[in-house]
């Protein structure tokens, strides 16, 4: 049960992001879905103890559930993707960079702003990698069709 927690409160803090990117009715609920998803894998994924691994894997499932969901429902991948990926966000990685730069404190300066690097770099190469290996197979079915 303590794993599903951080789950539900990554759902109910995607569902007013959602409302925000002007998303109605159930799509709001299946994008936000996506953000607890995501926040469950991450979770799942705690063995490896190494969150830049964990947000990856975290990542490419959110890029999966909304590269499936977007044909299902008919919208933009995009949106589904800001949203699910609300909870994944580095902010306080980069509020505590920031932090360190203000005070002078140069080494944890630079310590929090590579690994705050390192996350935003996990989660924009599992999202480069699903979208990549759909146009892929768009390309091959594509090519397929014509003959």
């Known amino acids: 049960m303590k ?41 799942l994924s705690s063995p490896i103890n190494n969150d830049i691994l964990q947000y990856f894997i975290a990542t490419v499932v959110i890029s999966i559930y909304a590269e499936i969901m977007a044909r299902i429902l008919k919208i933009p991948v995009t949106g589904l993707l ?45 999202i480069l990698f699903v979208s990549s290996f759909v146009r892929l197979l768009g390309k091959i079915y594509n090519d397929k069709s014509k003959f």
Do not use: Q, R
């Open 3 to 43: 794993e599903f927690l951080p789950c539900v409160w990554a759902f109910l803090a995607c569902v007013p992001f959602g409302a925000v990117m002007n998303l109605h009715g159930k799509n709001l609920y299946l994008c936000s879905l996506g953000g607890a998803i995501g926040w469950f894998f991450y979770i």
């Open 82 to 126: 800001l949203v699910a990926l609300l909870p994944m966000v580095p902010g306080g990685g980069i509020y505590y960079t920031m932090e360190y730069c203000v005070i002078g404190n140069d080494a944890m300066f630079i310590e929090t702003g590579l690994h705050t690097l390192g996350i935003a770099g996990a989660l924009a190469m599992g």
